[in-house]
């Protein structure tokens, strides 16, 4: 069993496969995969010879993958000879042969629980190109067979879609296929007419969102399960609770009939959106209902925007202790949305506001707050060295001081600096960078955009951009990603849907960092979870999971940038 990079000689195997199937024991050199594959197979009750018909799988009634495969692969198998052509799905089965394929007739799932190794099914797994020769297969039939598979991916999500393979007779195993490139020409055909019906299919639905939202009054939502259009007028009554339910109507086959929450503030006349005879999404217009009927409070534009759950377990922590009128300190990166959330956090009431980064000398005294006004006071990281003395002589006399300070942390704080953390550790938030919590961007979006011209449509984004925006790291946080936005929005001369080549190239190309393994993600997530319980206090935290404040900078700095 071959990926591109490597193939076993065939001659050793042939007689390693009979010495498997009667017990004996195996001579040294059987690759460990092909070993592992057999014996995957006799523990699924395989049987080798195949006496029965494997049974045939229940296929889909309709396969928008083999709907756009078909016209491609009946073009390609003319050309193929006796050579045989196989589309199957994920699982994989076989949706679509043409040619001559042993056993065609009878394994009609390529499952390795049905039928043992195959191109197919390695093809699935590995995300790769994958063959298999001969005696690499379990089954008797394929002994003089060679396959070659290339995976399908959905154009949008990167999910496998299935494979195209080609087999033919017994190859010699040790170089790529001679349908390999076959193979791969039709692979890309097939994602080309996936891409080009997946962009025709998001024009229908941009086209029928566009018609609903012909007033600017209008509050309108279009959706497709995997990306949302929402116009302004629809942002403070799409709360994160009708948006779930309107995409389970988005998603469903039947009724467009979902009830939304009691408490939506708004009722929802969905209409749904078709194209070639499938549903594609639906368009939702929003009324809000009558003054009389309970509604939610108006959710802010942006400061409390997400739905994720880093996202939702901070605004939790923060509208708790903000409802106690005492300090609160807000730490977290730069750009992340700490004053907007301060802000949110007070209400109507009008804050002083003090900024160290543009006077680190502020002066402050408690008299100055005498009439019950609170105090905002951005970037403390930057005060000068009085005013942190002054402040932990002010909440030393005054603990319930309404106060709120936002921090970045940056360099390690001096002694009297940390003791002002000290003192707020209990009541501070930390809020999650942005690469936290990627599945916000969407929702942020059309918050951030500008606001639209007279009877121009609101700025809406391919569902590749939207993977791109998702993808990126976002070193900036919200703020990084409102510059991008805003200079999309004021520079673009195209109409449409911005499309990936449209963003700047950091975003367009993506993240070339690797990805993180179960473990390295699940220590990175106790790492963060520690900081957020001690304030961003990287000492405490390294204490707190047992290991050197040296050891935890050097394991930050290893995942920064990484997904």
């Known amino acids: 069993m071959t990926t591109v990079e490597h193939s076993p000689a065939l001659a050793p195997l042939r007689q390693a496969r009979e010495r498997f199937l009667t017990g004996r024991p195996l001579p040294d050199g059987v690759p460990d995969d ?66 001559e394929v042993p056993g065609d007739d009878r394994c009609r799932d390529l499952s390795e629980r049905e039928v043992g190794p195959n191109s197919a099914a390695l093809a699935v797994r590995t995300r790769r190109r994958a063959e298999v020769h001969g005696p690499e297969h379990f089954l008797d039939l394929w002994q003089d067979v060679s396959a070659v598979s290339v995976p399908l991916f959905a154009p949008r999500t990167g999910q496998v879609l299935g494979t195209v393979t080609v087999a033919t007779g017994l190859c010699a195993g040790c170089g790529p296929h001679p349908g390999a490139a076959l193979a791969e020409a039709a692979a890309t055909a097939v994602e080309a007419e996936l891409l080009a019906r997946s962009r025709t299919a998001e024009r229908v639905l941009l086209d029928a969102y566009t018609r609903a939202a012909h007033s600017p009054e209008r509050a309108v939502v279009a959706l497709d399960g995997r990306s949302r259009l929402i116009s302004e ?139 019950g006004r609170p105090l905002l006071l951005r970037h403390a990281e930057r005060l000068a060295q009085p005013d942190v003395a002054a402040l932990n002589s002010l909440l030393d006399e005054h603990p319930d001081v309404r106060l709120l300070i936002t921090y970045t942390p940056g360099t390690p704080p001096g002694p009297c600096f940390q003791r002002l953390l000290d003192t707020l550790a209990a009541r501070s938030v930390v809020l ?106 990287k000492a405490r935290a390294a204490a707190a999971l047992g290991i050197g404040r040296a050891t935890l900078y050097r394991k930050l700095r290893g995942y920064q940038g990484v997904s």
């Open 34 to 99: 092909v070993l592992a594959a057999w014996r995957r197979a006799r523990f699924f009750g395989v049987r080798h010879d195949l006496h029965e018909t494997v049974p045939d799988p229940e296929l889909p009634a309709a396969s928008p993958l083999l709907e756009a495969a078909r016209p491609v692969l009946e073009r390609i198998a003319p050309a193929l000879g006796r050579s045989g052509l196989l589309l199957t799905d994920e699982r994989p089965r076989v949706l679509w042969t043409s040619g």
């Open 233 to 371: 007028s629809a942002v403070r009554l799409a709360t994160p609770q009708v948006l779930a339910a309107l995409e389970r109507a988005s998603t469903s086959e039947g009724s467009y009939d979902v009830p939304l929450p009691e408490d939506a503030g708004c009722t929802a006349d969905i209409t749904p959106v078709r194209h070639e005879g499938r549903a594609v999404g639906i368009v939702a217009v929003l009324t809000a209902r009558a003054a009389g009927i309970p509604r939610p409070c108006p959710r802010p534009a942006l400061a409390l925007a997400g739905g994720s759950v880093p996202w939702r377990h901070t605004l939790a922590r923060a509208v708790e202790l903000a409802r106690v009128p005492e300090p609160l300190l807000l730490t977290g990166e730069r750009g992340v949305g700490k004053t907007a959330l301060a802000r949110e956090l007070l209400g109507e009431t009008v804050p002083l506001v003090a900024d160290a980064a543009e006077s680190p000398e502020l002066g402050v005294k408690y008299s100055e707050l005498a009439d």
């Open 432 to 537: 999650p960078a942005l690469r936290e919590r990627p599945e916000d961007v969407r929702e942020l979006l059309p918050m951030l955009a500008p606001r639209p011209a007279p009877g121009q449509p609101p700025l809406t984004w391919t569902l590749d951009t939207l993977r791109a925006l998702e993808e990126h790291p976002w070193p900036g946080n919200v703020t990084e990603l409102a510059h991008v936005v805003r200079t999309l929005a004021e520079h673009r001369r195209v109409t449409g849907p911005v499309r990936r080549a449209e963003l700047p190239d950091a975003v367009r190309e993506g993240p070339a960092a690797r990805r993180l393994s179960p473990m390295e993600r699940a220590e990175r997530a106790a790492i963060l979870a520690a900081l957020r319980r001690h304030g961003g206090n």
